[in-house]
């Protein structure tokens, strides 16, 4: 079976790979992401990852496309990728010695079958001093990351806890988006395993 990943995220394309599925095309949705902000966060991303995949499968019907959107919320507020360096730094500070929460919401589309469901973790930052936020900020990781930070790179220093998928902060819930495929008959494991046995 064609297998489409509809993100160009290289977080999401490693994390594919290491569930099993090695065998698959990079084809990123080019509709912006647009939606309305009057959603709660969790059907925000399942609104934006169904439009990403919908956009994807249209062009590709005979393919199993995949599609994740990521938002980080806090107080009420949904934080995406920052604009700027000095939105980057607003919304580091807001996270700054507090719990936020992160979503994700996966789409999975196949030969007009669509599932799509969300997954939140809960993480809680250190306090920060402006200096580690400018500094974490020159390192240029936080740019294409919601939230404005990255849990499994240098933004690891920043996290003092973790409650929930730790997958699902890096932008792809693994053991849900296994239970999607599962359904369309993709099973992530017997991937893996006939590809060790092909060594």
Do not use: W
């Amino acid at each position: 079976m064609r297998i489409i990943l509809a993100s160009q995220s290289p977080r999401r394309r490693e994390l594919l790979g290491r569930m099993g599925i090695t065998e698959f095309e990079v084809i990123p949705a080019q509709g912006e992401e647009i939606a309305t902000r009057t959603l709660g966060p969790d059907r925000l991303v399942e609104e934006l990852s169904r439009r990403k995949c919908a956009e994807v499968s249209a062009a590709h019907p005979d393919a199993l496309v995949i599609a994740a959107d990521t938002v980080v919320s806090i107080d009420s507020q949904v934080l995406g990728k920052p604009h700027s360096e000095e939105e980057a730094g607003r919304m580091l500070r807001a996270l700054s010695g507090r719990l936020h929460v992160v979503y994700t919401g996966v789409t999975v589309c196949c030969q007009g079958k669509t599932v799509t469901e969300s997954e939140s973790t809960s993480v809680r930052f250190r306090s920060l001093a402006d200096a580690d936020i400018m500094r974490y900020i020159t390192t240029g990781e936080p740019m294409d990351k919601a939230g404005a930070y990255g849990i499994q790179g240098y933004g690891s220093v920043l996290v003092e806890g973790i409650s929930g998928d730790y997958y699902n902060v890096m932008g792809l819930p693994v053991c849900r988006l296994a239970k999607i495929l599962a359904r369309f008959g993709v099973d992530p494991l017997a991937l893996a395993a006939e590809k060790e046995q092909k060594k």
